[in-house]
């Protein structure tokens, strides 16, 4: 089975830092882009960072130049260093992955992992 585990949510003052990981595992056959998306109480989910296999990355205007996304394709894993958090960061963070899997055929999907939470407090 395909699936995201994340981990590095938590709790942490105006101006910390976090660092938020997220593994792919399972019957894949390439991953083509990562990604996080956040979600506050009462707001649409939005996309935060993103990050495609050639290298390419994508920014939400509120987080450029404080959040940094990274990837270790050996590991298929996606890495989201947030520094100089704010208390408008908090939410619950999610990774996602566009990959191909393999079932009777490989076929591409949008994966979703659990969601971790990201408090900053005031």
């Known amino acids: 089975q395909v699936q995201l585990v994340e981990s590095g949510g938590g709790l942490v003052q105006p101006g910390g830092s976090l660092r938020l990981s997220c593994a792919a595992s399972?019957?894949?056959?390439?991953?083509?882009?990562m990604g996080w998306y956040r979600q506050a109480p009462g707001k649409q989910r939005e996309l935060v960072a993103s990050?495609?296999?050639?290298?390419?990355?994508n920014y939400s205007d509120s987080v450029k130049g404080r959040f940094t996304i990274s990837r270790d394709n050996a590991k298929n894993t996606v890495y989201l260093q947030m520094n100089s958090l704010k208390p408008e960061d908090t939410a619950v963070y999610y990774c996602?992955?566009?990959?191909?899997?393999?079932?009777?055929?490989?076929?591409?999907?949008?994966?979703w992992g659990q969601g971790t939470q990201v408090t900053v407090s005031s």
């Open positions: 399972g019957s894949i056959f390439s991953i083509e882009a």
């Open positions: 990050e495609t296999s050639g290298g390419t990355t």
């Open positions: 996602n992955a566009l990959m191909l899997v393999i079932n009777t055929r490989v076929q591409r999907d949008v994966y």
